[in-house]
């Protein structure tokens, strides 16, 4: 180490050393008033979590999707070819689930049921998350849904206030276009509106889910015909508050969120839209460039996650990297740090196999780290937004998560967004807990291993 600290003197100028110099002291300044500010700032408790387990007679196993495809007058055979191709290799089983609107022929793509589809999403989740948290609406101050493609007038919020009579003066907010990485973002905004309202004690709720009958792409672009394949129903209900008493009761603290964004990017921000075929159909078309996009985003976001919350030794080797392929070895691969150092589990996109697959990858992240991502797919499919959520519960209903343990949750997102929530375990999980959600009626039959090689 000491060589390679006078190899690189020796190249430097005097000018450059008093750059580096003053660079490292800017950086260690605003590293000590971040340390300072997280210790003194108010902290942020996830008391609990719901996830809607999809009735039964919403599954769509390959068949009768294919089935009920061909019966569509809009798909050619070459198109049923190729959702059929997408099925088969997506990493999805039999069991995941479609709203009742996408099993009529033809698919019922109105906002009456789209409204209808809101209603079986969100009320449920809503319903179990105050009954197991024995809170009343009127005990909400912060109301926070996220609907990516689904905008109604009035909105969602507004639909949630009005069928559970809240306060008039309960903060809503209604997040839209914001994709897979939007229910981590709504963690964040919410965070940062309990944190700002520090000197009254409040409740937060985030719902997160996907609206799916509107965007039923009914044309045959290649492109746009992936997300009838790989996108399912699923929704989540977050309760987060500052009560200092909460953290007695509640499962998990916020450690840190952080949001990434390449929308000032034209490549970036082509990689994934929403527009209209040559015939006027709607739908969203996802480009070849869009894994090389989301790993951009990736990487900016992990480098700026890693400068927070891994500990010296990690952070120390990182910058010997970067150094020695700055000045001696440009062509040397950037030290990639370990963050399970510090994270004991991971809830990555499960945006499709390939993609969990490089996101490990590029983390260096295990089988067991993959794991939750993958039987998330495999038995819900991709639940866009909500699906982190399914993945911690999945941690949980596997008895893995002990009190102490870190978790990291990854959204992303079209933008393109990445979003990156660090919740710690402050209670111990129990037996009762963890049996019940989603999984309670088949976790003993994961992990299938098959799913992950």
Known sequence: MGTLLMVILQKLNPSNILYLFALLSCVLFFALIKLCFLRYSCPVYLVDFSCLKPPSYCRVPFSTFLEN?????????????????????SGQSEETYLPPALHYIPPKTNRQDSIKEVHMALFPIMDDLLTKTKLSPSDIDILIVNCSGFCPSPSLSSILINKYSMRSDVKSFNLSGMGCSASALGIDLAQNLLRVHNNKDSYAIVLSTEILSPGWYSGQDRPKLLLNCIFRMGSAAILLTNKKEARKTSKYQVVRTLRTQRAFEDKAYLSAIREEDSRGNLGVTLRRDLLQVAGETLRSNVTDLGSSILPFREKFRYGVSVVRKRFLEKS???????????????????????????????????????????????????????????????????????????VWLLGMGSGPKCNSVILKCIRPIMVGESKKGPWADCIHRYPIVSNIH
């Open 69 to 89: 495809a061909a019966e569509f007058q809009s798909f050619d055979p070459e198109s049923l070819t190729f959702m059929a191709k997408v099925l088969s290799s």
């Open 332 to 406: 040397r691969e950037d030290y990639v740090p370990d963050f399970k150092t510090v994270v004991q589990h991971f809830c990555l996109p499960t945006s499709g196999a390939p993609v969990i697959r490089e996101i490990a990858k590029g983390l260096r992240l295990g089988e067991r780290d993959m794991e939750p991502a993958f039987m998330t797919l495999h038995r819900f499919g991709n639940q866009s937004s909500s699906s982190l959520w399914y993945e911690l519960a999945y941690l949980e209903a596997k008895d893995r998560v002990k009190k102490g343990d870190m």
